[in-house]
Structures are given as structure tokens and as C-alpha cells.
């Protein structure tokens, strides 16, 4: 149900109304309101990384970047998070073909 939910909103909001939406409803616990504004900065940089161009964005790839995380969220106790990691656990490739 994630995938297609994920897909129908994203097709008919705003995606920051649409990433808000999916990580609230498509995961259990919730993520979060305040992680919205992190997951599009996840995006925006899965979107212009030249490892995602060439097809081979994922664990491993050349795009080892992170973000940094909210006042109380930790990724594995550090307050800064692999793009890569965030992208799987809250389930964001469906949103990497749209863009605004």
C-alpha cells in the first residue's frame, strides 16, 4: 500500500505537501512533521547527484553525502544522516521522478 499511497499523492500535491503526507501516514511509528523540510533536502541532493544520474545511487555508491538532522533525531546516535540511508528507510525513490 506504501508504494502505490506514495505515488498517488505525490501525482496530485505539492511534494512538500505530498513527503509530509508520506511520512506520516505510510510509516509506522510516523515520522515526524519537522523531518519534511529534511527529506526534501534529501531529495534535492539524490536529484543532482551524478551517481544517481549514472544509475548506481545506493549503499556503496560515490554519493556519500549526509544531512544533518533536527534537534533530537540521531541516525545511528549521530545527528547526521547518509542521503543513501535516508532515501531507503523512508521509502523517497518514488518521489525521485518528480521534481519541482
Known amino acids: 500500500m506504501g508504494h502505490a499511497s506514495a505515488a498517488s499523492v505525490r501525482a496530485s500535491?505539492?511534494?512538500d505537501v505530498a513527503l509530509g503526507w508520506h511520512l506520516q501516514?505510510?510509516?509506522y511509528p510516523p515520522i515526524p512533521?519537522?523531518?519534511?523540510p529534511v527529506a526534501q533536502r534529501v531529495l534535492n541532493h539524490a536529484r543532482s547527484c551524478p551517481a544517481f544520474e549514472d544509475q548506481t545511487f545506493g549503499w556503496g555508491a560515490p554519493c556519500e553525502h549526509k544531512v544533518r538532522l533536527p534537534e533530537g533525531a540521531s541516525y545511528?546516535?549521530?545527528r547526521l544522516a547518509p542521503i543513501?540511508?535516508?532515501m531507503d528507510e523512508w521509502h523517497l525513490w518514488d518521489f525521485m521522478e518528480v521534481s519541482e
Request: glycine share 6%; proline share 0%; hydrophobic share 30%.
Open 84 to 86: 543513501v540511508a535516508c
Open 76 to 78: 545511528r546516535g549521530k
Open 13 to 15: 500535491l505539492a511534494e
Open 25 to 27: 501516514y505510510n510509516h
Open 33 to 36: 512533521e519537522c523531518m519534511t
